[in-house]
């Protein structure tokens, strides 16, 4: 239901962001960059990109993906609000950011109490996340084989990252890589929800599926909330008023409550290693 949804919502309000986006002087395209397919719907817009394109940039790791441009569309609405979230679950002492990309969360914890640390699959998100973050230190590499010694880190973030590879290896490293105790804060789309069928995603979870993934992999689940209200063409329409207000994200983004699952963007998983 929510993949034609979601379909149906970005044709309809392309138009009012055209204008929106024509009046400001803010970059925009209607045709793909890459295929020159015609975009016909809102969210290709500002990245001039279309999502089967999109798709292919991401698994072929290709450079414009990480562009200063391209990136700040990508990252306009939605992921601030998931970054801050997380930034408030993070204790102190050694923290990884598994495929940190271009460094936004650890950009936000910089704090003498904490030594950071991120890898990234991809050259071009390490050098931004390198430039974003001086003080962390950051590395190429694979979730799936993660390039630390085992019981190294106190706390760890892994968000939107496992909805994107096919095998559960990258849960099962971020156990082997926590101390005993230490925290780990996962975040994965809703994968029944507005944001689940991504062109990039590969895995959908449920919260339950989340859970018992991590469950199996040996964690304590602390809890999992569900986040981000979405009201369908309500939120869009919303988020058109909140930019030409200058005041980001509208209010039903950032609602820091637990809301049914159908409507819900994101979950967020807090979990333990076990002490002993």
Known sequence: MWYWLIKLEGMVLAPPFVVYYALRGIPFSLRCKKCQRWLIEQRSLRPGICRKCQREMIFSRHPEFWS???ASCRYLELSGFIHRRVAKRVTDGRILDVGCG???ILSRMQSQQRELFGFDITLEGVKRAKERVKEANFYLGDAGNIPFKSDTFDCLICSEILEHIPSDDPIKECYRVLKPAG???ITVPNGKGPSGKEPTHIRLFSS?????L???AGFEVISCQKFGLYLPFITPLLSIIYQILGKGPPPL???DINVPEFL???FLIECRKPST
Do not use: R, T
């Not at 339950?208 to 018992?212: F, G, T, Y």
């Open 102 to 104: 271009a460094g936004y």
């Open 264 to 266: 819900a963007i994101d």
């Open 214 to 216: 991590l469950k199996e």
């Open 68 to 70: 200063k441009e391209y």
């Open 253 to 255: 983004y950032p609602l």
């Open 208 to 212: 339950l599926s989340i859970v018992n």
């Open 183 to 185: 925290i780990a804060v």
